[in-house]
C-alpha cells in the first residue's frame, strides 16, 4: 500500500493504493473528506503538490501527464501537461508559484508555465535513469533534481544547464531532493 500526502492549512491531500486514479481532499484536523476525489487520469497518481498560495493542486501521474486542480472547486484548470513520455514521479512549483517542475521515468525534468500550460524551454537531460524528485530553491533559481542513477543534479532555472559536477556517492536511488531555507546549513 503506498500513501502520498501534500498538506496546505487544513487541507490534506492523500492518495493510497498504488494503482489509485483519485486524490481525496480530506480536512486535516477533523479526518473527514472533502468533497468529491479529483479524478480524470488513466494512471495512477505518483506526486502531489500545492501551489504556495494553496489555490492549486499538482498532481503528476502514471499516464505521463501533470494536471493542475482548482483547490476550491476541485476543477482541473485547463488540459493536461503533456510532454514527458514516462510516468511522472515528482513534481514541485516555484516559490512564487508561476513554474511546475517534473520529473519522470523518461530521465528528463521539465519546467511548466502554470498559466500557460507550456513547457518552459527544453527538458533538462542530463540523468541516466527515472528522475524521482524535484525541488526548487528557495529562490526560485535552481532546481534540484534526484534519481535512480544515484546522483543528484542541480539546474540554472533561466539557462536550463546544470550547475557543476553531479553530486555523486549515494548507494542506492535518490527519491527525494530538498533544499534548505535561506540561513539553514547541514552538518
Partial sequence: MRRLFATFGVLLIVVAGCSSQAARHNHAQAGQQIGEPLGGTTGAFQSVAFSPDGRVLASGSYDKTVRLWDVRTH?????PLRGDTGPIESVAFSPDGRML???S????????DVRTHRELGAPLRRHTDIVFSV??????????SGSA???????DVRTHRQLGAQL???SDFVKRTRHARRGQEFR
Avoid: M, Y
Fill in 168 to 170: 555523486r556517492g549515494h
Fill in 149 to 155: 542513477d544515484k546522483t543528484i543534479r542541480l539546474w
Fill in 75 to 79: 476543477k482541473q484548470v485547463g488540459q
Fill in 101 to 103: 517542475a517534473s520529473g
Fill in 135 to 144: 525541488a526548487f530553491s528557495p529562490d526560485g533559481r535552481i532546481i534540484a
Fill in 105 to 112: 521515468d523518461d530521465k528528463t525534468v521539465r519546467l511548466w
